[in-house]
């Protein structure tokens, strides 16, 4: 076997943005907000590189934010739970201790409470718009029934 086959591959920005249905630039500027880590190795000037996590992250932000129409600030909440939630799961595997794993459990109740949380405040508003529309058309159908009894008129 030889190193390089050890080597986990490494895609460039254009490949991943292709990958993703995303731009290059939205790419950097998850990067600028933290929502997606920057390349440690890379040299200032370098070429991006991502590895496979980068780019399952990186799908599941868009797939979050095309989903759930999440502000940027809301994507980050949503990110950084689930960040935390992936190390308890971490922690879970490494422990066998009963106390260990309520701990890990209580801890991601509070981060799965707060995904939630912005999950259920989205769906609240858009059945709010949802209400808006249904007025709006039943007006129009009661305009339209209005119409159409004095143009028969």
Request: glycine share 8%; charged share 35%.
């Amino acid at each position: 076997m030889t190193v390089s086959s050890a080597v986990e591959p490494r895609l460039r920005i254009g490949e991943v943005a292709a990958r993703v249905g995303v731009t290059a630039r939205t790419i950097r500027y998850y990067e600028e907000l933290g929502l997606l880590g920057a390349s440690s190795d890379r040299q200032k000037g370098g070429h991006r590189v991502y590895s496979e996590p980068d780019v399952v992250r990186l799908t599941e932000l868009v797939r979050l934010r095309d989903l759930l129409g999440l502000s940027l600030d809301e994507l980050a909440v949503l990110a950084e739970a689930e960040e935390a939630r992936a190390a308890l799961r971490d922690r879970w595997s490494g422990s066998e201790d009963d106390v260990e794993r309520l701990r890990i459990v209580e801890e991601a109740l509070i981060h799965v409470g707060r995904q939630l949380d912005l999950v259920r405040a989205r769906v609240q508003r858009l059945m709010e718009f949802a209400t808006e529309l249904e007025a709006k058309l039943e007006s129009l159908r009661g305009r339209r029934e209005e119409l159409g009894t004095k143009g028969a008129a």
